[in-house]
């Protein structure tokens, strides 16, 4: 069972950089699938980039060219680097894994495993 813990969430002003962290425990990260997911009061939780076990990436159009993702295995760390802040980036973030090889995906039904979130605020 993968335990994961979200760090990194802050009050930043548009146009602003953050780091997000994801340290997971129980599993090691060269097993598992990872993704980053945002969600805003009244809507669904969206999925922002996914990283496979081999280091296939995917983005979505909100995240593309902002954001990036990247794994430190040793550390069994994700991360999400998120560049260029906009007030519509203001959201809790989750960070989500499953087991197996599988592309990366942004899709929540495909994940099992969920951290409690981080917010991020840009005013």
């Known amino acids: 069972h993968v335990q994961l813990v979200e760090s990194g969430g802050d009050s930043v002003q548009a146009g602003g ?3 997000l962290s994801c340290a997971a425990s129980g599993y090691a990260y060269d097993k598992i699938c990872m993704a980053w997911f945002h969600q805003t009061p009244g809507k669904e939780r969206e ?7 081999d ?5 979505s159009e909100a995240g593309k060219g ?3 993702i990247a794994k430190d295995i040793l550390e069994n760390t994700l991360y999400l ?3 260029i802040l906009g007030p519509e980036d203001t959201a809790v973030y989750y960070c989500a894994a499953r087991y197996g090889r599988y592309p990366p995906s942004l899709v929540v039904s495909d994940f099992g495993e969920w951290g409690r979130g981080t917010q991020v605020t840009v005013s």
Do not use: A, E, P
């Open 17 to 19: 950089s953050l780091r």
């Open 81 to 83: 680097h998120m560049n």
């Open 47 to 53: 999925g922002i980039t996914g990283i496979s076990v």
């Open 66 to 68: 902002r954001f990036t």
């Open 55 to 59: 280091g296939q990436t995917s983005y």
